[in-house]
């Protein structure tokens, strides 16, 4: 699968051990920044890199990653197309692909640790959309809300 990557400097540290961890297994991977550590650069310009390249098709999911990933969730949510949730709980992580066809996993880097982001990361690429029934109803209505 195709991923694109991006984060802030308190995500960065975070995004070169899963993006390493992905390249393991077989992921090809969109690195849209930082591309060094910056103290002072800002999650908006990553949260769209990496929302842009997922709705253009650059890239099939995307993995976002700030201090928390709630400023990178809401920034990259503003991108039409964009389906970004906050996840540091397996289920969620799952679920959200599932139920709701979430295209962009953001995470905290000051909140989990690598092992778990590997797990969510797991778990967030092998989860498939349902697609049918009462998941593409609600799909539906939340496109519509962004027409």
């Given at each position: 699968?195709?991923?694109?990557?991006?984060?802030?400097?308190?995500?960065?540290?975070?995004?070169?051990?899963?993006?390493?961890?992905?390249?393991?297994?077989?992921?090809?991977?969109?690195?849209?920044?930082?591309?060094?550590?910056?103290?002072?650069?800002?999650?908006?310009?990553?949260?769209?890199?990496?929302?842009?390249?997922?709705?253009?098709?650059?890239?099939?999911?995307?993995?976002?990653i700030?201090?928390?990933?709630?400023?990178?969730?809401?920034a990259?949510?503003?991108?039409?197309?964009?389906?970004?949730?906050?996840?540091?709980?397996?289920?969620?992580?799952?679920?959200?692909?599932?139920?709701?066809?979430?295209?962009?996993?953001?995470?905290?880097?000051?909140?989990?640790?690598?092992?778990?982001?590997?797990?969510?990361?797991?778990?967030?690429?092998?989860?498939?959309?349902?697609?049918s029934?009462?998941?593409?109803?609600?799909?539906?209505?939340?496109?519509?809300?962004?027409?």
């Amino acid at each position: 699968m195709k991923i694109v990557i991006g984060a802030d400097h308190a995500g960065f540290e975070l995004k070169e051990i899963i993006k390493r961890e992905l390249e393991r297994n077989a992921h090809t991977v969109l690195d849209v920044g930082a591309h060094d550590y910056d103290r002072v650069d800002d999650y908006p310009d990553f949260a769209a890199a990496v929302g842009r390249a997922v709705v253009d098709g650059r890239g099939e999911r995307g993995i976002l990653i700030c201090g928390s990933g709630v400023g990178a969730s809401i920034a990259a949510n503003k991108i039409k197309g964009v389906r970004a949730c906050l996840c540091h709980d397996i289920y969620s992580a799952t679920q959200g692909v599932e139920h709701d066809d979430m295209n962009i996993l953001c995470l905290g880097g000051l909140i989990i640790g690598r092992e778990l982001a590997n797990k969510l990361v797991t778990g967030f690429l092998q989860a498939q959309f349902i697609g049918s029934g009462r998941f593409r109803r609600r799909l539906d209505k939340v496109l519509a809300l962004e027409a």
